[in-house]
T-cell receptor, first 114, second 122 residues
């Protein structure tokens, strides 16, 4: 079964401190992993996806298949990073059996204090 | 750029009433997904449609039904509302399914979410 686990409900750091939001997944096939962010009273927005291997707003995430993890990292947190972060998994959509739906983790609230 | 449009943004209903939520996907997106997010909960997948046919089904109650129309917009119909149905209902859209690796790497399978419809059942 597909499952995404974010062990921390809340992560509170000071501005300028490094941040790591943990995400572990369970999936037997080829997963595609995403991080979505939800700022206060706003819609879910894509932050980054593992397949593009990019850095967005200073955030990076590396897919570790051995540890089945996709942790989100940022070396220096900013106050505007405060938001809810969701890790999500989708089956690779090459094939008619894959519908592209996302399975979300429980979410981690990142609170960056001044 | 046009985004996913959901209406209404807020809806207040009483127990046992019915409600209909609408979702207008991004132009040329033919796949629509519905999610339910309860207070303090992660988004739970309800149902999805591809080319006007149901493509996947999640934890959608039997009291709920949905469909996708010829213009690709989708409606979620909820009947016999219960207090526990109070939640934020998100719609998301993406381009067509059944893609190859090239399309996946280009971002064609990324879901774009609407702002949500907040349903309160009293």
């Amino acid at each position: 079964a597909q499952r995404v686990t974010q062990p921390e409900k809340l992560l509170s750091v000071f501005k300028g401190a490094p941040v790591e939001l943990k995400c572990n997944y369970s999936y037997s096939g080829s997963p595609e992993l995403f991080w979505y962010v939800q700022y206060s009273r706003q819609r879910l927005q894509l932050l980054l996806r593992h397949i593009s291997r990019e850095s967005i707003k200073g955030f990076t995430a590396d897919l570790n298949k051995g540890e089945t993890s996709f942790h989100l990292k940022k070396p220096f947190a900013q106050e505007e990073d405060s938001a809810m972060y969701y890790c999500a998994l989708s089956a690779m959509r090459h094939g008619s059996s894959n519908t592209g739906k996302l399975i979300f983790g429980q979410g981690t609230t990142l609170q960056v204090k001044p | 750029a046009a985004g996913v449009i959901q209406s209404p943004r807020h809806l207040i209903k009483e127990k046992r009433e019915t409600a209909t939520l609408k979702c207008y996907p991004i132009p040329r997106h033919d796949t629509v997904y519905w999610y339910q997010q309860g207070p303090g909960q992660d988004p739970q997948f309800l149902i999805s449609f591809y080319e006007k046919m149901q493509s996947d089904k999640g934890s959608i109650p039997d009291r709920f039904s949905a469909q996708q129309f010829s213009d690709y917009h989708s409606e979620l119909n909820m009947s016999s509302l219960e207090l526990g149905d109070s939640a934020l209902y998100f719609c998301a859209s993406s381009p067509r399914t059944g893609l190859g690796i090239y399309e996946i790497s280009s971002g064609a399978n990324v879901l774009t979410f609407g702002a949500g419809s907040r349903l309160t059942v009293l």
